[in-house]
């Protein structure tokens, strides 16, 4: 189910909405009126026309069956795959977080390589490493203060 929501196995055009409520739930494999419960509970939410009509796209399609063998193959109650999706889309968040602390990271690293470490305070308070030798710039602190810690020994 790591692919449900978005997690890089679909393409752009996976995620265009072009199938009309009939199409999509042909290709689902259920009826129209089931993609419209499952729109009202949150479980799939298609795009909408400007007239209000409903556009699913591959993604969504490939979701709807996902939720259908949940529902038919796992017996899993239809808050319980809420909450099943609800969680999958927590993960996503949380691992774009991690990807984005990586980044800083190895960006503090690069700052650190040169074996001195150097701070100096943010606009919020919040300690913000500079390299050696350089004062932070103003979109940092507005402060011309550099302060320098070395430890001793």
């Known amino acids: 189910m ?10 752009s055009d996976d995620e265009t909405p072009v199938f009309v409520i009939s199409v999509a739930a042909q290709l ?30 591959a993604r969504d399609v490939t979701l709807l069956r996902e939720v259908q063998r ?6 899993v109650s239809l808050a319980g795959i809420q909450r099943i999706l609800d969680l999958e889309n927590q993960v996503l968040a949380l691992r774009a977080r991690v990807t984005e602390l990586g980044t800083e990271l190895d960006a503090l690293k690069s700052v650190f390589s040169s074996g001195s470490r150097v701070f100096a305070a943010g606009r919020a308070g919040e300690v913000v490493a500079v390299r050696a030798g350089q004062r932070p710039t103003r979109s940092i602190s507005a402060s011309q203060a550099l302060v320098v810690w070395a430890p001793r020994g």
């Open 70 to 75: 949940l529902s038919q193959d796992e017996g």
């Open 28 to 57: 689902a494999g259920m009826h129209a009126q089931t993609l419209r419960q499952y729109d009202r509970l949150g479980l799939v939410s298609p795009s909408r026309t400007r007239g209000g009509g409903r556009r699913y796209s």
């Open 2 to 11: 790591g692919a449900l929501r978005g997690s890089g196995g679909f393409s």
